[in-house]
């Protein structure tokens, strides 16, 4: 018998993978990454630059003089106003530009941090759960090369994003220093949230928590500026601790200063560094907080579809409830304000042409609004949930053991179905209880639950677009969030930017009225109604007939 010694593969560095420098491999990683992301960051790019540019566009149409900015200008003393933009710089000479950065830099703010987040998590904590990171790091690749290339990717992405955002600003034929200052803003609060989620990243182990951290972060420097920009409409000191306060306090186009922006690099730079340090401190694949052991026998209702599905789903949709109480009961609460506003410029009535009770019962209705759209979020990304179940292989696991299709698929339906509707539910009872507490009238609580089942067909409607692509074509199953964000986008900025009646019709919720300040009709609820259950055989027949991955 003759034996062989195995020869060591050399590696293109003539060194071992063991020996490896630590940032061995990180060109051709980060290469690999922008191929791999180079899609997701041009649809970012266009998405944000188009939107900048059509915004801007629309903006000097509809307020084409100083008369009609001005009086949008009196509008932003409302703190509902204030928390939902951001601080009120050149109100006393509201150019087009002033316009822009404060209705607009908080929405395309919120929106590079979301891409960063995403993108980091893409590349730390879901390798590592998949399983990829450790086949990468057994190639001659260094141990901080796939993070490294990960902040880098997310770098390049925010440097093109913040481009296209000055471009489309400039186009927009607004000041081009302003521009720059705007775009560079907007990159680097984008790579200071990715920083943010290079963080959570170390402490649980599945991509889902270090997802959800990293947007609680963000929400919470979203609402903590929102309150320090409401004890002071220009910022108090409540806002300098929000990262997002440090872009907005660039005073955009009114009088810019640079330093603002250094506190964001600083920070990026410490949160790095305690990512870093947090990931010498556990094993590949693991986090730093231990799951806790399951118990030892399963409950009764896993051996059924739909006690597996609730439970699949049970850490997200009490994450999505505690958001949407908070933001309900904190957005109901100002309703006093407009109360004040009256009080203070009483013209306000003659310029929306209604008496006080409508008034509140507008403010109300538009945060019931968007309550509803973070109630239908949640619900489709329920079902993009559902699809990386298939990805994995669980799903097709489950069918074979004996569950139908149809049961698997119906069961999904249920329960992503009852829950959206109880989020809304939930939505409009935090909101009622905000406006009772800021009005001392409790019947607000019954009549904000009632008024958010009228959102229920719409939201219903869109998570039906979600299971439809789900069961005819999975691999565009996230495609639906175009359709969520357009929805969003049409509700934010639709009527102050004046869209064509046919844009805005795209959006489901365009259907709504703005219950309860206005009475909702029968025939819009039971056209959707028809539309979802359409959509939803049609998603049952698809995912009978394709095969599901095992």
Known sequence: MTTTTPTAVPTPSGTSATSAA???????????????????????????????????????????????????????????????????????????????????????????AIMSILLVVRHTRAQEESGRLELLRALPVGAYAPPAAALLLVSVANLVVGTGITVALIAGGLDVVGSIAFGVASAVTGVLFGAVAAVTAQFGEHSRSATGT??????????????????????????????????????????????????????????????????????????????????????????????????????????????????????????????????????????????????????????????????????????????????????????????????????????????????LLVSGAATGLGVAFAVGDWAWVLRMIAASLAYAPAAILVVAVAFALLGCVPRATGLVWVLVVWTVFVAWLGEMLDLPDELVALSPFSHIPLVPAENATAMPLIIQAVAAVLLVAAAIVGFRRRDVQV
């Open 22 to 112: 630590p940032f061995t491999g990180l060109g051709t990683l980060l290469r690999f990454y922008l191929r791999l992301d180079r899609v997701r960051i041009t649809v970012w790019t266009l998405a944000l630059a188009l939107t900048v540019w059509s915004t801007v566009l629309s903006l000097a149409a509809v307020y084409p003089d100083e008369a009609s900015r001005q009086a949008r200008a009196a509008l932003l003393e409302n703190p509902a106003a204030v928390l939902m933009t951001g601080p009120a710089y050149g109100i006393d000479n509201y150019t087009l530009g002033a316009m822009t950065a404060n209705e607009l830099s908080l929405t395309v703010f919120v929106a590079t």
């Open 214 to 423: 990293a947007l609680a972060v963000l929400a919470a420097a979203f609402f903590v500026r929102g309150a320090g920009d409401i004890i002071e409409a220009t910022g108090s000191w409540l806002s300098w601790l929000s990262p997002i306060a440090w872009a907005q306090q660039t005073r955009l186009y009114v009088d810019e200063r640079w330093w603002p922006l250094l506190l964001s690099v600083a920070t990026t730079v410490v949160l790095l560094t305690v990512a870093v340090a947090l990931s010498r401190r556990r094993d590949l694949g693991a986090g730093l907080r231990a799951p806790k052991p399951g118990p030892a026998e399963a409950d009764s209702a896993l051996l059924g579809p739909v006690g597996l599905i609730r439970r699949l789903l049970r850490g997200a949709f009490v994450g999505w409830l505690t958001g949407l109480v908070l933001f309900g009961v904190a957005m109901g609460a100002l309703a006093s304000s407009v109360e004040d506003l009256i009080d203070e410029m009483p013209q306000v009535l003659d310029m929306v042409g209604v008496d006080p009770d409508a008034l509140t019962a507008s403010f109300a209705g538009m945060m019931l609004m968007f309550l509803a759209l973070g109630a239908t979020a949640f619900g489709v990304s329920a079902v993009v949930r559902m699809r990386s179940e298939e990805d994995g292989g669980r799903s097709g696991l489950v069918i074979i053991t004996g569950t139908g299709r149809s049961a698997w698929l119906s069961a999904a339906l249920g329960v992503i179905v009852v829950q959206t509707v109880v989020a």
